[in-house]
T-cell receptor
């Protein structure tokens, strides 16, 4: 079946511009996660959506970052007034209904470059 | 102390040898543990998961878990050059539904 998809695959923007990154999870998966991976670094948790519950935003690095998930499926991560330190690969992952085990499957990522 | 720790490597092994990758974690209540493989420029791919103490084998891969020692490892038998990648250990902490990832170990298999 289809995996997690993300768009765009690459995004180059100028400092100060806003960007929107999209994630389409695996069909039927109820949980969706956003992570950030800077060059040579590990994965940094950003935000987590589970069904209709309030999202866990504890990993968002500043109020310039926000995300929404419409209809329990597609999610959009928005970064306002981008800064050079926002340059990274933004990864989305989804998980099925078994919360306890938390097996997450990743999309291909969006590479964001802020000039 | 980091929540999930891995040796960054690189770990170099000859083709055909056993590669041993190690991970320790801080949350004693953690219940599920994952190994992801990440090729350069690609996203992480789930290759193994383990929930119970002991060994779990899948093909050339064996995951080992020791909850008392808060230690999880991945063994790769008959290592191949195509196994060269970064291996990420991830732990589902007792509270919350987030995976915490280690920084990864770079594995290089030399032919």
């Amino acid at each position: 079946g289809a995996g997690v998809s993300q768009s765009p695959s690459n995004k180059v923007t100028e400092k100060g511009k806003d960007v929107e990154l999209r994630c389409d999870p695996i069909s039927g998966h109820t949980a969706l996660y956003w992570y950030r991976q800077s060059l040579g670094q590990g994965l940094e948790f950003l935000i987590y959506f589970q069904g209709n519950s309030a999202p866990d935003k504890s990993g968002l690095p500043s109020d310039r970052f926000s995300a929404e998930r419409t209809g329990g499926s597609v999610s959009t991560l928005t970064i306002q007034r981008t800064q050079q330190e926002d340059s990274a690969v933004y990864l989305c992952a989804s998980r099925g209904r078994d919360r306890g085990r938390n097996e997450q499957f990743f999309g291909p990522g969006t590479r964001l470059t802020v000039l | 102390q980091k929540e999930v720790e891995q040796n960054s490597g690189p770990l170099s092994v000859p083709e055909g040898a056993i590669a041993s990758l190690n991970c320790t974690y801080s949350d004693r209540g953690s219940q599920s543990f994952f190994w992801y493989r990440q090729y350069s420029g690609k996203s992480p791919e789930l290759i193994m998961f383990i929930y119970s103490n002991g060994d779990k084998e899948d093909g050339r891969f064996t995951a080992q878990l020791n909850k008392a020692s808060q230690y999880v490892s991945l063994l790769i038998r008959d290592s191949q050059p195509s196994d060269s990648a970064t291996y990420l250990c991830a732990v589902n902490m007792e509270y919350g539904n987030k995976l915490v990832f280690g920084a990864g170990t770079i594995l290089r298999v030399k032919s």
